[in-house]
């Protein structure tokens, strides 16, 4: 079955960087659009930036210009870098896959901003 296994979250300070990585297995993975979701304490989930197998991206706007969404389709694995961080960036991210008529989630990775 669709495995989505995030890493690459922690604790970071305001203005610092860090690199999502979502390694996806039980699915042909180029063929899938990939995504990043986020949910903080008391807030809705929503989406951060998605990819297609075609590699067209979308970004939040309160993302754009701060984060970049890619792959690399030879190691099934979507990346989310992630630049000048700010605390309301903090966040459980979570890798989504739409492969087929599915949608898959991952378990979900902690992102904390603060000094």
């Known amino acids: 079955q669709v495995q989505l296994v995030e890493s690459g979250g922690g604790l970071v300070q305001p203005g610092g960087s860090l690199r999502l990585s979502c390694a996806a297995s039980?699915?042909?993975?180029?063929?899938?659009?990939m995504g990043w979701y986020r949910q903080a304490p008391g807030e809705r989930r929503e989406l951060v930036a998605r990819?297609?197998?075609?590699?067209?991206?979308n970004y939040a706007d309160s993302v754009k210009g701060r984060f970049t969404i890619s792959r690399d389709n030879a190691k099934n694995t979507v990346y989310l870098r992630m630049n000048s961080l700010k605390p309301e960036d903090t966040a459980v991210y979570y890798c989504?896959?739409?492969?087929?008529?599915?949608?898959?989630w991952g378990q979900g990775t902690q992102v904390t901003v603060s000094s």
């Open positions: 989504t896959a739409a492969y087929g008529l599915g949608d898959y």
């Open positions: 039980g699915m042909i993975f180029s063929l899938a659009a």
């Open positions: 990819i297609t197998s075609g590699r067209s991206t």
